[in-house]
């Protein structure tokens, strides 16, 4: 690739996070794999910063959320959650680098504008919507963070295994669930199991505002 613009770029350095990882990701490196100098890209881009902004907008370009046919708050709530851990799937870079650093990007509130609309419909004045909005937010970048949705089996043993190896008189409660510790270290059930016990919280705070 010799002609490259800003899209190009940001959409190139995308891919290169979700096959390197963050880490991997420099001016330099980048230039060589679109086959450009290395200036040419800051002609483009004044920072690292400033391209990984970008590489976010072109992840959220991803995001696809259609609303269900019908429901409430819950169901909406739950298709959104659904289509935006869709986008962290594919993209696993993008939990890690919102903890590094704010994001910025104009399109990357494109997520935030539709689930702050589904709070704002159920009845949620905006101050509240935006609390209950960053609450889920933490949850799914949290989630992806630390309960990655493809747990291999042996880490779940692993992990069952070192449990169940503590002294009981020192660790009587996390030896008593140490089974159901390591089944929620991860996978789709446990973000699922999470995620409706946030929807319940939702629900019934709607269901009071609509009674007041």
Do not use: C, W
Not at 49 to 65: H, I, K, Q, S, Y
């Amino acid at each position: 690739m010799s002609k490259v613009n800003r899209d190009d770029i940001a959409r190139e350095a995308l891919a290169m996070l979700d096959e390197d990882g963050l880490d991997a990701l420099s001016m330099r490196r980048l230039a060589d794999r679109l086959g450009v100098g290395t200036m040419t890209l800051y002609g483009y881009f004044r920072s690292k910063r400033e391209l990984l902004d970008a590489a976010v907008g072109a992840a959220v370009e991803d995001f696809d959320f259609e609303e269900p046919p019908a429901g409430g708050v819950r169901e909406r709530f739950r298709a959104y959650s659904h289509a935006v851990q869709h986008v962290l799937e594919r993209h696993p870079a993008l939990p890690l680098l919102r903890a590094r650093q704010p994001i910025v990007q104009p399109s990357a509130f494109r997520m935030t504008e539709r689930g702050i609309g589904i709070l704002l419909d159920a009845g949620f004045e905006p101050a509240e919507a935006a609390r209950i909005f960053r609450v889920l937010f933490i949850y799914k970048f949290g989630s992806a963070l630390f309960g990655p949705r493809d747990v291999p089996p042996e880490q779940h043993r692993g992990v069952r295994a070192a449990l169940h190896m503590l002294p009981e008189d020192e660790f009587r409660n996390v030896t008593r669930a140490a089974d159901g510790i390591a089944a929620s270290i991860g996978g789709p059930e446990q973000f699922d199991f999470g995620l409706e016990l946030i929807l319940d919280a939702i629900e019934a705070r709607a269901t009071l505002l609509g009674g007041q």
